[in-house]
């Protein structure tokens, strides 16, 4: 909360009212479904309601917490309507609907200055300390064995819904809270779809096997991908397994502090161009990972952000041919001070089943 007050002056505010939950934990701890975070230059309160009265008093520390009995939203705006100066109060207007924001103005009357504070928090979110990056690192070492030994039960006849099955219950069973998202099993050419969903299709000899998965672990998701084939793998298959590879640690290679976002992304793509495969490529080449599985900053065209050591970033390109399947392989991995270090540690050789 300290340093989301370093930015109060830049953005001209007096306190920042913060409704996303991810953020709400980052800055005081809270884990619960319903919650508003007001932070303000020498104090924070917490919004909540009666269902969360004990978890609020253990979890949180930094703030006061206000049981709100009418709603969260009234309770917000009365509070700042009651402060003998009219405060400025930033907010990030992406994380609020339109009746939401109706709302608290209609309960702070006319007392408050709106503020747009943009995406301040997750700029902060955005660099991992220490504590997390440990946090961060077990996330990966657990969701790398997760694979590793789902692999066994990777054979024709077993469908896509039973391999994604036996993924997240291996995830729970090493200590995980859930998956970071809903686990991508996809075979043959439903491979082809970059965001799958598993199905109940049955796998098949002489198929592509695309797995993706990340694993929650104390509040911090992990996100990899690893591709297999059932059988011996064609000549082509092999040389796009290749390319892909190839792309990316070229990418890998491009990371560092002070290289931008899309000179990552151009990194993969020159790879997978002069392999004749760029045509294939549908998405950016990662993404931010943290207490959320997708956050800043992103890998791909157009992405200014530079990255910053203490990132950690997903590095995943992919190929998708119809009719005949996808490749993709996905590591999570921190920006250092002279490069990127991988947090995924699962093989990423060609495996042939």
Known sequence: MDRLRFSFSALSADAFLVSHLPNIR??????????????????????????????????????????????????????????????????????????????????????VR??????????????????????????????SAVVKGALSGIRPGVTELEVAAEIEYGMKIRGASGASFETIVAAGPHSAWAHARPSSNALRKSQLV?????AILHGYCSDMTRTVFLGRAPANVRRMYRAVLLAQEAA???????VSGESVDAAARRVLKRERLVQYFTHSTGHGLGLEVHEMPRLG?????????????????????????????????????????????????????
């Open 301 to 353: 065209k157009g992405e200014k952000t530079i990255l910053e050591e203490g990132m950690v970033v997903t590095v995943e390109p992919g190929v998708y041919v119809e009719g005949l399947g996808g490749i993709r392989i996905e590591d999570d991995v921190v920006v250092t001070a002279t490069g990127c270090k991988d947090l995924t540690i699962a093989p990423r050789d060609f495996i042939e089943l």
């Open 114 to 143: 709106w503020i747009d504070g943009g995406n301040a928090v997750e700029k902060l979110r955005s660099v991992k300390d220490a504590g997390e990056l440990a946090l961060m690192d077990e996330a990966a070492v657990l969701i």
């Open 210 to 214: 695309v797995l993706d998965q990340g």
């Open 252 to 258: 890998k290679a491009a990371i560092k502090p002070g």
């Open 26 to 111: 980052y800055l005081c701890g809270f884990t619960g479904s319903a919650a508003l975070l007001l932070v303000e230059q020498s104090s924070a309160t917490l919004f909540t309601d009666s269902r969360y009265t004990f978890q609020a008093r253990e979890e949180v520390s930094s703030a006061r917490i206000k049981i709100a009995k009418e709603g969260l939203i009234r309770a917000a705006g009365e509070a700042l309507r009651n402060r003998r100066v009219r405060p400025r109060v930033a907010y990030n207007p992406g994380q609020f609907t339109v009746a939401q924001l109706s709302a608290i103005k209609k309960a702070a009357s006319d007392r």
